[in-house]
């Protein structure tokens, strides 16, 4: 369903990488390898349209996708979900506030007892009246991971969700991307550790 073909990036005078090529279909799941700085945050954004890649192409249902300069992948970009290391939670609000607000966002029907749910399964049972500025680093990153948990889009772009998260969490964690996948979903995902998760998955090993 997600075909990226012959992708190549480059910042400045640098390249960061070329002929990138792989394809993702309904309940498998890809773990993106490669160096610090070799470019496998920027792959993520140009999938999810926010950026325009140097050459090649990226189709969703055999649709074009790629962003250019005057036309954004409407489509793609609204059969996933992007987590990556800037959470985009409000510090002011609580967990739950950012879950509806996100949910109110992105177009997704969310009651106020899925919301709560979502939260008490990824550890924050008692912490979804609290302001996020008070909560740990780890708990803000269980609040923006319970986003997951309440999506409907088939594609989760992941950019290191397993940091700062406790052994628990983890679990908590795999349990929730085990579902989406058992359920015909997608998992593009980082991490520097390594990754056992269900269904058909792979590495993919990013270099210049």
């Not at 960061?16 to 090529?21: I, N, Y």
């Not at 074009?64 to 992948?73: F, L, N």
């Not at 409407?74 to 950012?98: C, F, S, V």
């Not at 795999?174 to 995902?189: E, Y």
Request: net charge neutral; aromatic share 4%.
């Amino acid at each position: 369903m997600l075909t990226v073909s012959q992708l190549s990036c480059r910042r400045g005078d640098r390249r960061l990488f070329s002929h990138v090529s792989f394809t993702l279909a309904s309940g498998q799941w890809l773990h993106l390898e490669g160096d610090n700085g070799v470019g496998k945050t920027s792959l993520m954004r140009l999938i999810c349209g926010l950026g325009v890649p140097e050459e090649g192409d990226i189709t969703w249902r055999n649709e074009q996708a790629s962003a250019t300069d005057d036309d954004e992948p409407q489509t793609l970009r609204n059969n996933l979900i992007y987590l990556g290391h800037q959470l985009a939670i409000k510090e002011d609000l609580t967990p739950l506030e950012n879950l509806q607000t996100h949910a109110a966002i992105s177009g997704t029907p969310l009651s106020t007892s899925k919301a709560m749910a979502a939260l008490a399964q990824m550890g924050l049972r008692g912490r979804e009246q609290l302001p996020v500025k008070v909560l740990s680093q780890g708990q803000k990153r269980r609040s923006a991971l319970a986003r997951l948990i309440v999506s409907e889009v088939p594609l989760w772009v992941l950019d290191e969700p397993f940091v700062a998260l406790d052994g628990t969490a983890q679990e908590v964690l795999r349990t929730v991307i085990n579902s989406h996948l058992s359920h015909g979903g997608m998992v593009l995902l980082t991490s520097h550790q390594a990754v056992s998760l269900d269904g058909q998955g792979r590495v993919y090993r990013l270099s210049a």
